[in-house]
């Protein structure tokens, strides 16, 4: 039997083999294929959530997914700020530090069996990352998983963790780049202002935004109030085309076609 703590030959092979190809990875498709190809030999999975946090901490989620079942409202209902699951996964793992596996016929206090199939994430294996000031850095959450919750799997998520952060920042960082960000006047809108904005682009009212965000109405209102101001418009049409035409924001679905790449039928 081999030593629970070590990997074998065949996983050593498997991630060599994840490690050497996350180096070619450039874009948000190339993402999509490492971890729809190489990462499924260790971490066989149909949905990856994944986020990592900005200069300034604010956190970026992205989700990467072949499950035609996990729609828009699942995914905005999981990274919602107030109470969604990532937010008490992060909190719950800030205090062990440990990954969090959750079996799809695990059911503890909490209801999470419940909760896991109403997303339509069925079972779920997160593990973060932090700062050195304890903030959180980045988080992965797979899910769908086709191998046993066990002690093995944790160690999967805790040696992969570091390089699939690191991969996805670069592609961020790339499109950053690529969406004109050397063109974008540095620091003119901030990030909950450019969170704000999107949910305005999408069609969403401020009522809608507070909820979705978990601010108040009147907070939503005052993101866009200085938004405006800063970017020198007078209408909430005006302030999506010219954060769009400043490379803030991707045009109307945009991201939601890159973010979800399904298999065609």
């Excluded at 009147?218 to 400043?246: D, E, S, W």
Aim: glycine share 8%.
């Amino acid at each position: 039997m081999h030593n629970p703590h070590e990997l074998t030959d065949e996983e050593c092979g498997h991630l060599a083999r994840i490690l050497l190809a996350s180096r070619r990875v450039r874009l948000r498709h190339h993402f999509f294929s490492w971890v729809h190809g190489p990462i499924q030999a260790l971490i066989p999975h149909e949905i990856l959530l994944c986020g990592v946090a900005d200069e300034s901490g604010y956190l970026l989620h992205e989700r990467f997914t072949a499950c035609r079942y996990f729609k828009d409202d699942h995914y905005h209902r999981v990274i919602h700020p107030g109470d969604g699951l990532i937010q008490q996964l992060a909190q719950e793992w800030h205090g062990h530090g440990e990954p969090r596996l959750i079996a799809a016929l695990h059911d503890e206090a909490g209801g999470w069996h419940a909760r896991l199939g109403d997303l339509e994430l069925k079972n779920l294996a997160f593990h973060g990352m932090s700062w050195i000031n304890g903030q959180l850095k980045g988080y992965a959450g797979f899910s769908r998983v086709r191998v046993p919750f066990d002690n093995r799997l944790a160690m999967y998520l805790d040696i992969l963790l570091p390089h699939l952060l690191v991969t996805l920042a670069r592609v961020l960082a790339n499109e950053a780049r690529a969406d004109g960000d050397s063109k974008r006047p540095a620091g003119l809108i901030t990030p909950r202002e450019v969170e704000v904005l999107t949910w305005v682009r999408d069609g969403k009212t401020n009522d809608e935004i507070a909820d979705i965000l978990g601010l108040s109405m009147l907070t939503v209102k005052n993101h866009l109030r200085h938004a405006m101001k800063k970017m020198v418009v007078r209408t909430r049409g005006q302030a999506v085309a010219k954060a769009i035409a400043l490379g803030f924001l991707r045009a109307q679905g945009a991201q939601e076609k890159e973010a979800i790449l399904e298999p065609q039928t």
